[in-house]
């Protein structure tokens, strides 16, 4: 079994327009991504998508079209999709960094190695775990007024776990947090993510304070790259925190476990640059002690469902007590794929089918087609 054919393509999908969302980066109201086709001379054709998003990986939709085109593909002509390591060292190998652009091309690596053997990514990958994994919804960084209504919406629909955005104005922060935890009451777990929005002294003050509200875990309250300021915050507060952007590599992992800075690892295919890196996140972690949390940057159906094979091959990926962020596709216009993926509201589950158990839907991707970038860009969760 050979690669015959590398094919990207850009797509532009926008949000819900009631489920545009909010961070400390910015607002995420569309959605500029590449959908990935990898050929065979089977006739199989493995699936990947790269959700880039410039101010969270540095990766451009642009750039992401000309890594693969002039890089990565002709890189992998003639290589065997079965032999996954290979395959992945040799993407690694041709660019620095563009873990989004690797990610989507090693998905559909997976895809294709499954398709092959007639088997589910999540077979590959060890088997299941377990069978579903519990979910939460976000509710972004917005007024209070407004973040209610959100967060009212997923509670209506029967989500029982949330994540509240903060990190903007800590006084908004907190109001925002409280009357979430006030409309959910006392037994819906709640999160929430500063997205490096604090310094020290106010993460400091901010997790004393929101403590009183029964917080779930506190995900990247300061910045990134200073795991010993990471450690000490940590030892000033009971919330468990979870690194998102201080994680992104094997080594970003070791340090985090060195410093002992944190309680939860974030993780998803996208942010690692495939499955095969976020595997060995997850043994980081495993060796530890500590645990991973799915998260995510609102991904469409193809790169969901590569995340919900990991959700239910790894065990380390703790979603029974961090719920996974399996939620991309639902705040989207469209996923890209034929069949929806079963995301929520309490659980969501993997596709059983060959590979990541998902075909692309050519009519979406024909509407949803772009040829020209648009200006606005994507934001991480
Ligand atoms: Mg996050």
Redesign the pocket.
């Known amino acids: 079994m050979k690669i015959t054919r590398v094919t990207a393509t850009p797509i532009h999908v926008p949000l819900v327009p009631e489920l545009t969302t909010k961070t400390a980066h910015g607002e995420h109201i569309t959605s500029p991504y590449v959908i990935v086709e990898v050929e065979t001379d089977t006739g199989l054709v493995g699936l990947g998508e790269a959700t880039v998003a410039p101010r969270w990986s540095g990766e451009t939709r642009t750039g992401c079209l000309a890594a693969i085109d002039e890089l990565i593909a002709p890189s992998i002509l003639g290589m065997d999709p079965r032999q996954i390591e290979s395959v992945w060292q040799t993407i690694d190998g041709v660019i620095r960094f563009n873990p989004f652009t690797k990610a989507a091309v090693e998905m559909a690596i997976w895809d294709l190695a499954g398709k092959a053997e007639n088997a589910p990514v999540y077979d590959l990958l060890g088997g299941k775990v377990r069978e579903s994994a519990p979910i939460k919804m976000v509710v972004g960084a917005f007024p209070v007024e407004k973040a209610v209504g959100l967060a009212g919406r997923f509670l209506d629909w029967g989500v029982n776990t949330l994540k509240v955005k903060v990190g903007l104005d800590a006084d908004t922060d907190l109001a925002r947090f409280r009357a979430v935890r006030e409309l959910a009451g006392p037994d819906v777990p709640i999160g929430f993510?500063a997205?490096c929005g604090w310094d020290s002294d106010t993460a400091i003050e901010m997790m004393a304070a929101l403590n009183e509200h029964d917080v779930l875990f506190a995900?990247?309250p300061i910045a990134a790259g200073d795991p010993q300021a990471l450690a000490a915050l940590r030892k000033k507060s009971d919330i468990p925190i979870m690194a998102?952007e201080s994680c992104f590599t094997v080594a970003d992992a070791v340090q985090l476990v060195r410093h002992q800075a944190a309680d939860i690892l974030?993780v998803y295919p996208g942010k690692h640059g495939g499955l095969t890196e976020m595997r060995r996140i997850s043994q980081v972690a495993r060796e530890a002690g500590i645990v991973c949390a799915m998260?995510s940057n609102l991904e469409l159906g193809i790169a969901t469902a590569a995340m919900l094979h990991l959700a239910m091959a790894d065990e380390t990926i703790d979603s029974e007590r961090y719920p996974a962020d399996l939620i991309g596709p639902l705040y989207h216009q469209a996923d890209l794929i034929t069949q929806p993926l079963a995301l929520g509201p309490e659980v969501a589950t993997a596709p059983d089918g060959p590979g990541l158990g998902v075909e692309l839907d050519r009519e979406q991707l024909a509407r949803y087609r772009e040829e020209t970038p648009p200006s606005i860009d994507a934001m991480p969760?």
């Open positions: 993510d997205n995900e990247q998102d974030a998260g969760g």
